[in-house]
């Protein structure tokens, strides 16, 4: 059984950080591909952004320059640093994996539960 598990959400104030961790535990070979992504009431969940497993970055308009993804291979884990907040970054953020655990011969998406993260004006 893979899991993914997210810890660092709560409540801030505009121009305020946060740093959010994500750790992929359970029967793993191996991790590609993780993300970081959130879903604000009433809205999509949108992806916030990527990471390959070689570290490559990539985001979307909205937070670049303010937010930073990384990940470390040998803890099977992924960060986000949210920095200059606002309102509207306001959600809850759920990392992402793709993961090929001991039983599967091929990588499978799975998620975490998901933090809030509340910016007040």
């Known amino acids: 059984q893979v899991q993914l598990v997210e810890s660092g959400g709560g409540l801030v104030q505009t121009g305020g950080s946060l740093r959010l961790s994500c750790v992929a535990s359970?029967?793993?070979?191996?991790?590609?591909?993780m993300a970081w992504y959130r879903q604000a009431p009433g809205k999509a969940r949108e992806t916030i952004g990527t990471?390959?497993?070689?570290?490559?970055?990539r985001y979307v308009d909205s937070v670049k320059g303010r937010f930073t993804i990384s990940r470390d291979n040998a803890k099977n884990s992924i960060y986000l640093q949210m920095n200059s907040l606002k309102p509207e970054d306001t959600a809850v953020y759920y990392c992402?994996?793709?993961?090929?655990?001991?039983?599967?011969?091929?990588?499978?998406?799975?998620w975490g539960q998901g933090t809030q993260v509340t910016v007040s004006s």
């Open positions: 992402y994996g793709m993961i090929q655990s001991q039983h599967s011969v091929s990588y499978s998406p799975y």
């Open positions: 990471v390959t497993r070689g570290g490559g970055t």
């Open positions: 359970g029967s793993i070979l191996g991790v590609d591909a």
